[in-house]
């Protein structure tokens, strides 16, 4: 484990991790002041008992660990931004684990980081509640966990989030802006995903605000395109091709329920939402077999991830003493044919 010791220039560190949190969607705050002599790092944040010693990031060996639920598009990005982050930070080690979409894999992957002493976790779940009690262990053993995208059904250190009911909320005013009425499907996150299974939610709820549109169903997907695929063609089948909107929580399965709507001759008759904004996506939107995609910036979600786990070993914030879980909220953006060229 970490050798706390107290950082005579903590303040600095703090200031600029609360300056980048902020600048990716979190509530303004004044930055910390500087600790009188003698002072402590709990009474310069304001954390209380929440807080102890703080950590010279910039010269303790540390380790830090991210673990993916699988590493597919989005987390190769958010490994972009943290490395990005950490390229000024020789003295710490770095290693990715993939999940393969298993939750007791990452449940292994989870314990062999408590016990080889990591400093911090950084980690895209797999299963919100599989992962709580070893995520309470690692919090219990000193180990600042924090969530990426999806986050751990438990108590830590802190998260960083896309605003997943907005997602939905997004797509489905605009598909109420460009239909004069219709019915509409989804396509959600897995349902153990409870921090981001909302975003149909959100598109359903909005849509049943006017009359005119009519919210059939929403079925959980696995993020893979081939059971989008899927499960597009059993919605076409289930409602004889009368549909004329499909929301899906990620591109990788907006990109499946095009393909389907596409082989059953559709294309350009069904609004078509994903999320992410990944270059396949935008290709698809330019081609008109996708209508939008609610864009994040994945690679400053990796870097607002890796600031925030640095901050909270600095000023030796104790997860397992915290009431909640801080978050960051990243903003989300809603990009189309109009727009798309911006983006690529």
Same mark, same amino acid.
Not at 62 to 84: C, H, R
Not at 94 to 109: C, R, Y
Not at 114 to 142: H, K, L, P, R, S
Not at 158 to 181: F, I, N
């Given at each position: 484990?970490?050798? /706390?010791?107290?950082? *005579?220039?903590?303040?600095?560190?703090?200031?600029?991790?609360?300056?980048?949190?902020?600048?990716?969607?979190?509530?303004?705050?004044?930055?910390?002041?500087?600790?009188?002599?003698?002072?402590?790092?709990?009474?310069?944040?304001?954390?209380?008992?929440?807080?102890?010693?703080?950590? #010279?990031?910039?010269?303790?060996?540390?380790?830090?660990?991210?673990?993916?639920?699988?590493?597919?598009?989005?987390?190769?990005?958010?490994?972009?931004?943290?490395?990005?982050?950490?390229?000024?930070?020789?003295?710490?080690?770095?290693?990715?684990?993939?999940?393969?979409? /298993?939750?007791?894999?990452?449940?292994?992957?989870?314990?062999?980081?408590?016990?080889?002493?990591? #400093?911090?976790?950084?980690?895209?779940?797999?299963?919100?509640?599989?992962?709580?009690?070893?995520?309470?262990?690692?919090?219990?053993?000193?180990?600042?966990?924090?969530?990426?995208?999806?986050?751990? #059904?438990?108590?830590?250190?802190?998260?960083?989030?896309?605003?997943?009911?907005?997602?939905?909320?997004?797509?489905?005013?605009?598909?109420?802006? /460009?239909?004069?009425?219709?019915?509409?499907?989804?396509?959600?996150?897995?349902?153990?995903?409870?921090?981001?299974?909302?975003?149909?939610?959100?598109?359903?709820?909005?849509?049943?605000?006017?009359?005119?549109?009519?919210?059939?169903?929403?079925?959980?997907?696995?993020?893979?395109?081939?059971?989008?695929?899927?499960?597009?063609?059993?919605?076409?089948? /289930?409602?004889?091709?009368?549909?004329?909107?499909?929301?899906?929580?990620?591109?990788?399965?907006?990109?499946?329920?095009?393909?389907?709507?596409?082989?059953?001759?559709?294309?350009?008759?069904?609004?078509?939402?994903?999320?992410?904004?990944?270059?396949?996506?935008?290709?698809?939107?330019?081609?008109? *077999?996708?209508?939008?995609?609610?864009?994040?910036?994945?690679?400053?979600?990796?870097?607002?991830?890796?600031?925030?786990?640095?901050?909270?070993?600095?000023?030796?914030?104790?997860?397992? *003493?915290?009431?909640?879980?801080?978050?960051?909220?990243?903003?989300?953006?809603?990009?189309?044919?109009?727009?798309?060229?911006?983006?690529?």
């Amino acid at each position: 484990m970490r050798n /706390k010791r107290w950082f *005579k220039g903590m303040a600095v560190v703090m200031a600029a991790a609360m300056l980048t949190m902020s600048g990716c969607g979190a509530r303004e705050e004044e930055p910390a002041a500087a600790p009188e002599a003698g002072g402590s790092a709990a009474e310069a944040s304001g954390a209380g008992a929440a807080i102890g010693e703080a950590v #010279d990031i910039t010269q303790e060996p540390l380790k830090i660990g991210f673990a993916a639920a699988q590493m597919d598009t989005n987390p190769v990005y958010w490994v972009q931004g943290m490395e990005s982050v950490l390229s000024g930070y020789p003295n710490i080690e770095f290693n990715i684990f993939d999940a393969g979409s /298993k939750a007791e894999t990452q449940v292994q992957q989870m314990t062999e980081m408590i016990n080889q002493e990591y #400093d911090a976790i950084i980690i895209n779940v797999t299963d919100a509640a599989a992962v709580a009690a070893v995520t309470t262990q690692a919090e219990e053993a000193g180990i600042n966990v924090i969530g990426i995208n999806q986050a751990p #059904d438990c108590i830590h250190s802190g998260d960083v989030l896309m605003e997943s009911y907005t997602a939905g909320v997004l797509s489905a005013k605009y598909t109420m802006e /460009k239909l004069p009425g219709g019915k509409c499907v989804a396509i959600g996150a897995p349902v153990a995903l409870s921090t981001i299974v909302i975003g149909a939610r959100g598109f359903e709820e909005t849509l049943a605000g006017n009359s005119s549109f009519e919210f059939l169903e929403a079925q959980a997907g696995d993020w893979t395109t081939e059971n989008a695929n899927e499960l597009m063609r059993n919605f076409l089948t /289930k409602y004889n091709n009368d549909i004329q909107a499909v929301y899906c929580q990620s591109d990788q399965m907006a990109i499946g329920a095009a393909q389907a709507i596409e082989a059953a001759g559709l294309t350009g008759q069904i609004l078509v939402f994903g999320g992410d904004g990944i270059p396949e996506a935008f290709e698809y939107i330019k081609e008109g *077999k996708m209508t939008g995609t609610i864009y994040a910036d994945a690679v400053q979600m990796g870097v607002s991830a890796m600031q925030l786990a640095l901050y909270d070993i600095a000023t030796g914030l104790d997860g397992s *003493k915290l009431s909640t879980s801080p978050s960051v909220r990243t903003p989300l953006t809603l990009i189309t044919a109009d727009t798309v060229d911006d983006y690529m």
